[in-house]
């Protein structure tokens, strides 16, 4: 009955290197979300997996940043060359297409870019 | 497109007197609504929400919130509010009208309540 888990909680990462971002979904949702909060702030959406549709990427900041989604399971948020502005709570969602489709948080990723 | 206000960035309530976090709503088709609490360091927590049926809904931890389709509100309250209260909440909207789930958050609105 486990809920949406990420890892890790916290990455402390030099300016210019690649970091990966992991996300598992509550088993059985079909919709994936991220999301990026900055300190104290509110949620800004980065990009939504939803089954085997082409990924809404609206929300991604720039091509440093991408997402991957095996199936229905785990996706992976991956920042290039990362700035210190980069520097945040990366947060990850999953929710059914059942009833109103409230998304299920993770804990976050605690990113901090020297 | 759906949008959310929450016109107020904190709240100050005393322990024990009622709570209202507000919140506003811009959707085409019919809203669905929801509210999340955010504790410090956590991630974000499902509070209640709103699809059809009774305006008044109920939810978790003894809040509750308002569909006013006229105002184009969803109003988070409390009866009483307790020091362990004190969180970042969260409203959201989608179009049900949609098959599209993306939710749509508004800025968030602190809470605190001093005991």
């Known amino acids: 009955g486990a809920g949406v888990s990420q890892s890790p909680s916290n990455k402390v990462t030099e300016k210019g290197k690649d970091v990966e971002l992991r996300c598992d979904p509550i088993s059985g949702h079909t919709a994936l979300y991220w999301y990026r909060q900055s300190l104290g702030q509110g949620l800004e959406f980065l990009i939504y997996f939803q089954g085997n549709s082409a990924p809404d990427k609206s929300g991604l900041p720039s091509d440093r940043f991408s997402a991957e989604r095996t199936g229905e399971s785990v996706s992976t948020l991956t920042i290039q060359r990362t700035q210190q502005e980069d520097s945040a709570v990366y947060l990850c969602a999953s929710s059914s297409k059942r009833g109103g489709n409230e998304q299920f948080f993770g804990p976050g990723t605690r990113l901090t870019v020297l | 497109a759906q949008s959310v206000a929450q016109p107020e960035d904190q709240v100050n309530v005393a322990e024990g007197n009622p709570l209202t976090v507000k919140c506003t709503y811009s959707v085409s088709g019919n809203p669905y609504l929801f509210w999340y609490v955010q504790y410090p360091n956590r991630g974000l927590q499902f509070l209640l929400k709103?699809?059809?049926?009774?305006?008044l809904v109920k939810g978790s931890y003894g809040f509750e919130a308002e569909f006013n389709k006229s105002q184009t509100s969803f109003h988070l309250k409390k009866p009483s509010a307790l020091v362990s209260d004190s969180a970042l909440y969260f409203c959201?909207?989608?179009?049900?009208?949609?098959?599209?789930?993306?939710?749509?958050f508004g800025t968030g609105t602190r809470l605190l309540v001093s005991p």
């Open positions: 709103y699809i059809t049926g009774d305006n």
């Open positions: 959201a909207v989608r179009d049900g009208g949609t098959g599209f789930q993306k939710l749509v």
